[in-house]
């Protein structure tokens, strides 16, 4: 080997050495308390699914006649039951959005347009 080599290669072998004697650096966790706000949520409220009123019906035989009445009064039913879950939808939607201090969430039943 030449001397430059030898030197370079001395000098890099030196450098790492050199390294090793640095001090150690320990690290140690700090832990900061923040406020974080929480998003409070009402559960939601029970809807109770209506009784068909086809399924009340004594005689499934019946004229045609009570079994299209009873078909309306079930999509009636449906139609107001379907009305209510859309509005609580809406609310949570809305909740969503504004996030208020939100009051327990209560159900009626909603207006007709």
């Known amino acids: 080997m030449t ?4 030197s370079i290669l001395t000098f890099i072998l030196l450098a790492l050495v050199g390294c090793a004697s640095a001090p150690i650096i320990k690290y140690r966790n700090i832990y900061i308390t923040k406020k974080v706000p929480i998003i409070y949520v009402p559960s939601p409220p029970k809807v109770i699914r209506p009784v068909l ?13 009570i079994l299209v009445k009873a078909y309306y009064i079930d999509t009636i039913q449906l139609l107001q039951y379907s009305k209510k879950l859309e509005f609580i939808i809406n ?13 327990p969430l209560t159900i ?3 207006h007709k347009k």
């Not at 009123?53 to 006649?65: A, E, F, Q, V």
């Open 3 to 6: 001397y430059i080599t030898k």
């Open 53 to 65: 009123y086809t399924t009340t019906l004594p005689n499934k035989s019946s004229s045609i006649g």
């Open 91 to 103: 609310k949570y939607t809305e909740l969503a959005k504004n996030n208020p201090k939100l009051p």
């Open 108 to 110: 009626s039943t909603p």
